[in-house]
């Protein structure tokens, strides 16, 4: 990936939120547990593996994260455990980093054995800069509205102290006492409000999906697939579009190993990319993360020529975030 494109993707921290983050607001009354969540599928005790995935929550000495298969897992972090980038080239290796900068929304790599709890004790963590900016990005955004959240709940607290002190006093007092519940009511509607806001973050509604073909081993978006976003973006532009992010993801077939079909994958979901924002101009705000994932996932048979054509493609997928086009109960 080259700088301009890079820096690009620094600007997408809206949804990956990815990705990232229906890990909102519990409720501020209740305390972070740091042991694996209920809802993380524990590892086999013992077992020694490699993970890639992003952060969905992160407490004091473990984070939550999603793996490639869409499995949440929980990982544990130790004093020993060794945090850096992935190495740039031959002669430059990783550059060390405090386990401090694990932050939701990033994607990493997480290398250890799992333990008695079901969690993976990290030995090593690799990310990329890229991937690292983009998480800050997200944190600066997705961290006011919980702040905001917080403060709604602890004026609750105070409006509704104050409505039961004022109700233990005489009946003189009953009309101050309605009017502190009234408060307090409002302050709960609002709090519910961003809180729904909060969680809705992580909630979508598929709208449309729209599959652009590649041939064998290239990432060179062809006249056809240029056509087909052409008359995709010319139906965008007729709806309404409040709340609308897309996510693009490139696939691969079984042609050639994992690692270098997942690498295909990327190049081309950044191929479709770089023609909505040039030709198009999609508002890269507008973008989750991109993705690749390689031969992972494929929508036909890879046994087949006509099932190999099939899986070399990218999705581009036209979904509303409920959180943010306000449409949460």
Do not use: C
């Amino acid at each position: 990936m080259n700088k301009k494109s890079a820096g690009g993707l620094e600007a997408i921290a809206l949804a990956f939120v990815l990705t990232i983050t229906g890990t909102a607001l519990a409720g501020a009354k209740q305390k972070q547990d740091t042991t694996a969540p209920s809802h993380a599928q524990p590892f086999a005790s013992g077992q020694q593996l490699k993970t890639i995935g992003i952060v969905l929550k992160r407490d004091a000495d473990s984070f939550v994260m999603r793996d490639q298969a869409g499995v949440e897992r929980a990982v544990a972090l130790t004093p020993m455990t060794n945090v850096k980038t992935h190495k740039k080239g031959v002669f430059r290796g990783g550059k060390s980093y405090a386990v401090s900068y694990i932050l939701r929304g990033l994607r990493l790599e997480v290398t250890g054995i799992a333990n008695s709890q079901g969690q993976l004790v990290a030995d090593s963590i690799k990310f990329d800069d890229d991937d690292l900016r983009t998480a800050q990005a997200l944190q600066a955004r997705v961290d006011p509205v919980e702040e905001l959240a917080k403060a709604n709940q602890a004026r609750i607290t105070a409006a509704e102290e104050e409505a039961k002190r004022l109700a233990r006093e005489s009946e003189a007092n009953a009309a101050a006492a309605k009017k502190a519940q009234v408060t307090a009511d409002e302050a709960r509607r609002n709090a519910d409000r961003a809180n729904n806001r909060i969680n809705g973050l992580d909630d979508y509604d598929p709208v449309r999906t729209i599959t652009v073909l590649f041939a064998t081993g290239s990432s060179a978006l062809g006249p056809k697939g240029k056509a087909g976003i052409d008359a995709a973006a010319a139906w965008v532009r007729s709806q309404d579009r409040k709340g609308w992010v897309v996510a693009v993801i490139g696939f691969a077939d079984t042609t050639g190993n994992t690692a270098a079909n997942r690498k295909l994958g990327e190049r081309r979901a950044n191929a479709v990319i770089g023609y909505l924002v040039t030709k198009h101009n999609l508002p890269l705000q507008r973008l989750v993360q991109p993705f690749g994932y390689g031969d992972l996932n494929p929508v036909a048979e890879n046994t087949t020529s006509t099932g190999r054509a099939k899986n070399r493609r990218v999705e581009i997928r036209l979904l509303v975030n409920k959180g943010i086009a306000d449409k949460v109960e």
